[in-house]
Each structure stands twice: as structure tokens, then as C-alpha cells.
């Protein structure tokens, strides 16, 4: 049975708004100055949230913010009054030696779900040997780091559980063990952040006029435009079939991803499908048809996730 593997990653994550004006910037180390990985950081007041690096700095965008709050597992969460927001330097108390290690233990998704607060009960769904299936139903082949915003703009977020996205049911699941999962409710998130042990941030939000049954990715956005990835897995079952002379199909089970792209004109355009296409392209950015043909003659190669992400951030300069 494929395992999930419970550890901690060298990543930063970003802040979930990103029309914010000013940064914070500094580091988290324990108190004999090591630094400290995957702190929390939230602003006290507003949703603002990131995760240090493995270096323990961090880099926030806010509005503004006058006091921060800090935490990370195996130590003592701290609340700091800002004075210089480029040289913030954060001490954590506590279990210096336990919080500073990379956590690991092992577990599945094949456990059954618990309920408790905002969360409901979702199937584990097709669990199948690891030599027997291509692809994966999950986001991730690890658990990973994260929070969510709910539909009242607060941050939830637990320094003791890690996350994945189960991707054919549309589900935010967590662990605080490794071993049972629990799925949060769709409809209470607003929008979550995600990161992989190679430290690429992951940003999903609940837009229902895209996909009323699944989050979709924000691969790049700013103050004119967003672009959406709808993600599609379906599992396809082994058809192989064979007469002794001749065979057909695939002598394994199948996570297939079939993804869908949007480009949302802001402030509140309607999601335009776009295809992987530069015809495409040019039609959904028709409003700045020169800038978008300039990046699209400069920029010859693979149209995939990482060239719209380029090309985003480029036209919301």
C-alpha cells in the first residue's frame, strides 16, 4: 500500500491576499539563535499568514500591522509588537531542541475519518496497491504544510496537523498523526495554501462559478488579472485485454489529471476558458492584446502550468 510520509520542508509559503501595500520582513530562532523552520506567522489582527524557510526568515505583506503573531511546533507562540518591519527578529521559547528537528512518521489515507468542528466525514475511496496504479487521487504524495481562510476571513491553522488535497472528491483533508485523516468542510473555506517538500506554494480558493464541487489552483493573479487551473483526476480501471495474439489497454488502475484553465479579468470579470494555445491566449487578453502578443513573441516554448504563471505575472505589472 502506497505510505504517506510525515515530514517537514524547506518552503515559504505565501500570504493568502495579494493586494497588500507593505512587507514585513526578519527571522524566527529559538533561544540559542538556531533558526526555526515552518514558524507560523499571522498578522494579529487581519488575515495576512506565511511560513518561515528553513533559514527561519519569512517575508510578509500586509496593509499594515503593528504586532504579529508567532508559532511553531514544540514551542511557545508569542505575540511581538513590530518596530522595524525590514529587522524583525522573533525568539521562540520552549522545546528548542524537539521544535527544531523535522518531524516524521509514517501513516495513509486509508483510515477512517473523524468529525469534530468544522469537518465532515469523506471516503477513502479507491485505495489500491502502489504497483498496481499510475497516478494518485492526492495532490501530494506527502502531507504537507498549510492553513485555510474560512468564509469569515479567519485563519485556521494547528502547528500539529499537515494537509493534502484529495483531488477527485474536491477535499481538504489533515492529520495530527499520520495515521487518520479528517476532511474540512468545502463550504466553510474560502480559500486555502499548500506547500511540497520542494518548497512550490500551492493556492486553491472555492470558486463555485468555476467548479461548484472542487477548489480550483490560482497559478498567477495581481490587481488585473487571475488565472485558474481547475484541476480534473478520474480514476480509470485496468481494461486490459488479451487473446494471446493481440492486447489492448492497461494492465493497471489510473489516476488520470485533466485540467482546465480560466483567466478572470479583474475587478469582477467572468471566468474565460483558456486554452493551452496561443491563439487562446491572445483572445482571453484581448484588453491588452499588444502587452500579451509581446510576451507571447519573446516567450517561444511549452505553454504549461509555469508559462502561465509567467505570463500572469507579467501582464499584472
Given at each position: ?34 533558526p ?11 488575515s ?7 533559514n ?14 508567532v ?13 522595524d518591519?525590514?529587522?524583525?527578529n ?19 489515507f486509508?483510515e ?18 502502489e ?90 493573479t495581481?490587481?488585473?488579472y487571475?488565472i ?37 479579468k479583474?475587478?469582477g ?5 483558456v ?15 499588444d502587452?500579451?502578443?509581446?510576451f507571447l ?6 505553454i ?14
Open positions: 500500500m502506497k505510505k504517506i510520509i510525515l515530514t517537514s520542508w524547506v518552503a515559504l509559503i505565501t500570504t493568502f491576499t495579494f493586494a497588500q501595500k507593505n512587507t514585513v520582513v526578519g527571522t524566527v530562532n529559538d533561544k540559542q539563535g538556531k526555526i523552520p515552518f514558524a507560523f506567522i499571522k498578522d494579529a489582527q487581519r495576512y499568514a506565511t511560513f518561515t524557510d528553513l527561519g526568515a519569512f517575508n510578509l505583506k500586509v496593509d499594515s500591522v503593528d504586532r504579529l503573531i508559532s511553531a511546533q514544540n514551542f511557545k507562540k508569542t505575540v511581538i509588537k513590530i518596530g518591519p525590514n529587522n524583525v522573533v525568539v521562540l521559547t520552549g522545546d528548542d531542541a524537539a521544535g527544531a528537528k523535522l518531524t516524521k512518521s509514517t501513516g495513509d486509508k477512517k475519518l473523524s468529525t469534530e468542528g468544522m469537518t465532515k466525514d469523506v471516503s477513502s475511496g479507491y485505495i489500491v496497491h504497483n498496481t496504479i499510475h497516478g494518485s487521487r492526492y495532490l501530494f504524495e506527502n502531507w504537507v504544510h498549510g492553513y485555510a481562510l474560512t468564509t469569515e476571513d479567519s485563519v485556521k491553522q494547528n502547528d500539529n496537523y499537515l494537509f493534502n488535497y484529495e483531488k477527485m472528491a474536491g477535499n481538504l483533508i489533515f492529520t495530527d498523526d499520520g495515521k487518520t485523516m479528517t476532511g474540512i468542510n468545502r463550504h466553510s473555506i474560502k480559500m486555502f495554501t499548500l506547500v511540497d517538500d520542494q518548497g512550490q506554494t500551492y493556492v486553491f480558493e472555492n470558486r463555485p462559478e468555476i467548479d461548484p464541487l472542487h477548489f480550483v489552483q490560482v497559478i498567477s495581481g490587481s488585473k487571475k485558474y487551473k481547475q484541476l480534473g483526476t478520474k480514476y480509470l480501471p485496468n481494461n486490459y485485454v488479451s487473446n494471446g495474439m493481440t492486447s489492448s489497454g492497461n494492465n493497471y488502475d489510473e489516476f488520470k489529471d485533466e485540467s482546465v484553465y480560466y483567466v478572470v479583474l475587478p470579470g467572468q471566468p474565460q476558458k486554452l493551452l494555445k496561443k491563439k487562446s491566449i491572445k483572445t482571453v487578453f484581448a484588453a491588452d492584446a502587452k500579451a502578443n509581446k513573441s519573446d516567450n517561444d516554448r511549452d504549461d502550468d509555469d508559462y502561465l504563471k509567467s505570463l500572469g505575472d507579467y501582464m499584472n505589472q
